[in-house]
C-alpha cells in the first residue's frame, strides 16, 4: 500500500527555516516525480516544488530562492527546506507523488501545517 | 504561467442531477488536464487525468473532456459523496498550475 507521510510542520517565525520531511512506503521515490502543493487557510491549491532522480527540481516563482527540494533514497525521503519563511507561507503542505515521470500526482500525504506568524 | 479559470465559482444541485465543470486555459495545455476532487478536511484525491482518462477506482459517472483551452469535467448523477471542491490543475508547462476550483453544494 502506498503511503505518504508529512512531518516536520509547526508553527515559525517570519524570516526563519524549517525543513518538511515525507516518508514514502509502497513505492520508491527515485522514479517518480515527488512534489510539495500547499494550501493556504480557506484557499486553493498551490503547487511549490518538484523533485526527480538525478536532482531535476522545479520551483514556483514564489518560493524558488527560498525553499529546496530533495530526496534521499535510502531512506525513501522526500524533504523541502523553507527559509526566509513569510507570512504568505502559511498554509498546509502535501507531499504527492507523481505517476512515474510525470505531474499526475495519483497519491497524495495527509497534508502538515506549517504557521509563519510572530 | 498558464492560467486556469474555474467556473461556476459554486454551483448548488440536488442529488442525482447532472453536474458539468469547467475549466478554461490561457493557452494550450493540448490535453494535459488533471482534475482532482477534495471534501473538507481531506486531501484532494486524483479523479481524471489527461483530459479524460478516470483515475484507478473513480466511478463512471464522472467524465472528462476537451483538449486545447476549454475542458469539462461532467458528473451525471450526483451522488451525496460527490458534493465536494473541484480543481483542475495542468502539467503541460513549469510553473504547474492550478484553477481556483468549483463548489458543488448541495442545493
Known amino acids: 500500500e502506498v503511503q505518504l507521510v508529512e512531518s516536520g510542520g509547526g508553527l515559525i517565525q517570519p524570516g526563519g527555516s524549517l525543513r518538511l520531511s515525507c516518508a514514502a512506503s509502497?513505492?520508491?521515490?527515485?522514479?517518480?516525480?515527488m512534489n510539495w502543493v500547499r494550501q493556504a487557510p480557506g484557499k486553493g491549491l498551490e503547487w511549490v516544488s518538484t523533485?526527480?532522480?538525478?536532482?531535476?527540481?522545479y520551483y514556483a516563482g514564489s518560493v524558488e530562492g527560498r525553499f529546496t527540494i530533495s530526496g534521499d533514497n535510502s531512506k525513501n525521503s522526500v524533504y523541502l527546506q523553507m527559509n526566509g519563511v513569510r507570512a504568505e507561507d502559511t498554509a498546509i503542505y502535501y507531499c504527492?507523488?507523481?505517476?512515474?515521470?510525470?505531474?499526475?500526482?495519483?497519491?497524495w500525504g495527509q497534508g502538515i501545517l506549517v504557521t509563519v506568524s510572530s | 504561467e498558464i492560467v486556469l479559470t474555474q467556473s461556476p465559482a459554486t454551483l448548488s444541485l440536488s442529488p442525482g442531477e447532472r453536474a458539468t465543470l469547467t475549466c478554461r486555459a490561457s493557452?494550450?495545455?493540448?490535453?494535459?488536464l488533471v482534475w482532482y476532487q477534495q471534501k473538507p478536511g481531506q486531501a484532494p484525491r486524483l479523479l481524471i487525468y489527461?483530459?479524460?482518462n478516470r483515475a484507478t477506482g473513480i466511478p463512471a459517472r464522472f467524465s472528462g473532456s476537451g483538449s486545447g483551452t476549454d475542458f469539462t469535467l461532467t458528473i451525471t448523477s450526483l451522488e451525496p459523496e460527490d458534493f465536494a471542491v473541484y480543481y483542475c490543475q495542468q502539467r503541460r508547462d513549469w510553473p504547474l498550475t492550478f484553477g481556483g476550483g468549483t463548489k458543488v453544494e448541495i442545493k
Open positions: 523533485f526527480y532522480t538525478g536532482g531535476n527540481t
Open positions: 489527461d483530459a479524460s
Open positions: 509502497g513505492f520508491t521515490v527515485s522514479g517518480n516525480y
Open positions: 504527492t507523488k507523481g505517476r512515474g515521470a510525470n505531474s499526475i500526482w495519483d497519491y
Open positions: 493557452q494550450s495545455v493540448n490535453s494535459y
